[in-house]
């Protein structure tokens, strides 16, 4: 499942989860989170034991501040509620795998 993230709904799913979580921080008019998207909603079908959540930062700008996203797309993933990686740009899926499976 993929969430839609807010500063209402972020700590509960990712700053307060206990495992792994995969946010990624997008745009509408960003070519390369358009690239990206897919790979994201693949992730969320087939990655039950992950939360995998989006922000867009046009509409939740407080959380691209506080995690000091300064390009897009990019992705934080997060264990146990800290941020144990930052991926920045496009990503192949098999990459991201790659990524989560180092830190479960």
């Given amino acids: 499942?993929?969430?839609?993230?807010?500063?209402?709904?972020?700590?509960?799913?990712?700053?307060?989860?206990?495992?792994?979580?995969?946010?990624?921080?997008?745009?509408?008019?960003?070519?390369?989170?358009?690239?990206?998207?897919?790979?994201?909603?693949?992730?969320?079908?087939?990655?039950?034991?992950?939360?995998i959540g989006k922000v867009n930062v046009d509409e939740q700008p407080e959380l691209a501040v506080q995690f000091d996203i300064s390009s897009i797309p990019t992705l934080l993933l997060f264990k146990n509620g800290e941020c144990v990686s930052t991926q920045v740009g496009y990503h192949s899926k098999r990459d991201l795998i790659t990524l989560i499976n180092h830190f479960k």
């Fill in 1 to 51: 499942m993929e969430y839609e993230l807010t500063q209402n709904n972020f700590d509960e799913l990712v700053t307060n989860n206990c495992g792994i979580a995969l946010v990624d921080f997008w745009a509408a008019w960003c070519g390369p989170c358009q690239m990206q998207a897919p790979v994201i909603e693949e992730l969320a079908e087939e990655l039950d034991d992950v939360i």
